[in-house]
C-alpha cells in the first residue's frame, strides 16, 4: 500500500507511526525549484546530447513546473529539433525552446503577466480576451511564480546581494516589478493566485471569471501603487 500526503509536521501520528515502525518506507520529496530545476534539466539534457545555455535551461524548467517527466519529453522534442544525440551534442538557446514552443505557449504568458505586475490594467485587459487569451490555470501559476521571483530580489537586497540566474527579460521584469510590489503586496498576490486556482478547480464555480476577476484586481492593486 502506497500512502501519499502533504507536508506532515513533526507531531503527526502519522508520520511518527511511519517513522516507528520497520516494515514502512517513508520518504520526503521536493519539488526542484531555481538554479536545482535549471541544474536538473542542463542534466536530462546532455544525456540527450542537448546542451542547454542557461536562458533555455531556465525556460524549459519553468515552463513544465519542475516536473521532470514533462522536461524528459520536451527535452526529446528538442533534441528531435536539433538532430542531437550523445555522439553528436547540439547547442541550445532560448530561441530554440521558443521555435518549437517546447511545454510553452510561445507567449509563456509573458506579456499577461508583466501588464498584471506593471500595473498596466489595459493592456491586462486586452490580454485576457479573444481567440489568443491564456489558460487561467497556467497563468495563475505563472503569476505565482512571478511574485516569488519578485520576492527573491527583495531578499537579496535585503542581504546585500545581487540576485543572479534567469531568462535576461525577466530579470529586467522583476528587478522594475521590485520597485512597485512590497514583500506584503507580492505575499497577497501569491496567496491570490493560489486560492483562485482552487477556487477555479471546485465544482459550481464562476470557472475563468475568478481568475479574470482576480487578475484584474491585482493589476489595480500595482496600478495605485505606480
Known amino acids: 500500500m502506497v500512502v501519499i500526503s502533504g507536508q506532515l509536521r513533526p507531531t503527526s501520528a502519522l508520520l511518527k507511526l511511519a517513522?516507528?515502525?520497520a516494515r514502512i518506507l517513508s520518504y520526503a520529496s521536493w519539488k526542484p525549484e531555481g538554479q536545482k530545476a535549471d541544474t536538473i534539466a542542463r542534466q536530462i539534457g546532455q544525456a540527450m546530447g542537448v546542451r542547454l545555455s542557461?536562458?533555455?535551461a531556465h525556460m524549459i524548467a519553468d515552463a513544465t513546473?519542475?516536473?521532470r517527466g514533462l522536461m524528459q519529453r520536451e527535452l526529446e522534442k528538442l533534441a528531435l529539433y536539433a538532430d542531437a544525440a550523445p555522439d553528436r551534442p547540439r547547442p541550445i538557446e532560448q530561441v530554440d525552446v521558443e521555435a518549437i514552443g517546447a511545454a510553452i505557449d510561445v507567449r509563456e504568458p509573458w506579456t499577461l503577466v508583466d501588464a498584471l505586475f506593471d500595473?498596466?490594467?489595459a493592456d491586462l485587459a486586452a490580454e485576457l480576451v479573444g481567440e489568443g487569451a491564456a489558460e487561467?490555470?497556467?497563468t495563475l501559476r505563472a503569476i505565482g511564480r512571478r511574485a516569488l521571483a519578485v520576492a527573491r530580489i527583495h531578499a537579496a537586497?535585503?542581504?546585500g546581494t545581487a540576485p543572479r540566474g534567469g531568462n535576461p527579460r525577466e530579470r529586467d521584469a522583476i528587478e522594475r516589478q521590485a520597485r512597485i510590489w512590497s514583500p506584503a503586496a507580492l505575499a497577497t498576490g501569491h496567496a491570490r493566485a493560489m486560492e483562485t486556482e482552487a477556487a477555479i478547480?471546485?465544482?459550481g464555480t464562476a470557472g475563468d471569471v475568478l481568475s479574470s476577476q482576480a487578475m484584474v484586481g491585482l493589476a489595480r492593486a500595482a496600478e495605485r501603487r505606480r
Open 201 to 203: 478547480k471546485r465544482p
Open 119 to 121: 500595473g498596466h490594467t
Open 65 to 67: 513546473n519542475g516536473d
Open 19 to 21: 517513522l516507528a515502525d
Open 54 to 56: 542557461p536562458e533555455a
Open 136 to 138: 487561467p490555470i497556467p
Open 157 to 159: 537586497k535585503r542581504g
